[in-house]
């Protein structure tokens, strides 16, 4: 199963797509566009052309856990999205994932004025691994409370 994370953005966009088996993340792209209906249609090629079954998109969350109106453009741009790939979007917790980026990003030695076309797909990345990282935590809870004969 293809996953492809989204870290949506005011100027730049960044996309993760896992590989075809959906355990690890793969090819990372980015869009780069202010336009959000540019952004909506380069979205939905980018996920037909790599065969997404499932649509992470991160979702900034205040620090302190509350929602403020940057989560509700989001969430509305969420619904935009399912429509225009009929694919199910899950909303992701991003707290922390562009500062991570940034950080390792920083460590592979990347200076911080040529991290602006790196750190979108590398936050996208993030969000992947995050959210693969919980799928396998509960198949391997499942697999464990499954009664064996």
């Known amino acids: 199963m293809r996953i492809m994370a989204i870290d949506y953005g005011d100027?730049?966009?960044?996309?993760?797509?896992?590989?075809p088996t959906g355990l690890l993340a793969g090819q990372t792209f980015l869009i780069k566009s202010r336009k959000a209906q540019v952004v909506l249609e380069e979205l939905a090629a980018l996920a037909k052309a790599q065969g997404a079954e499932e649509l992470v998109m991160g979702y900034p969350r205040n620090m302190d856990g509350t929602l403020g109106p940057r989560a509700e453009k989001y969430a509305a741009f969420a619904k935009k999205l399912e429509a225009a790939t009929g694919l199910p979007v899950i909303l992701w917790d991003e707290r922390r994932t562009t500062v991570d980026a940034h950080r390792i990003l920083g460590e592979q030695g990347i200076r911080a004025k040529n991290r602006k076309d790196k750190v979108d797909a590398m936050a996208a990345t993030l969000i992947l691994e995050g959210y693969l990282d919980r799928k396998r935590i509960q198949a391997q809870r499942q697999n464990r409370e499954e009664p064996t004969e």
């Open 11 to 19: 100027a730049r966009t960044g996309v993760a797509v896992s590989d």
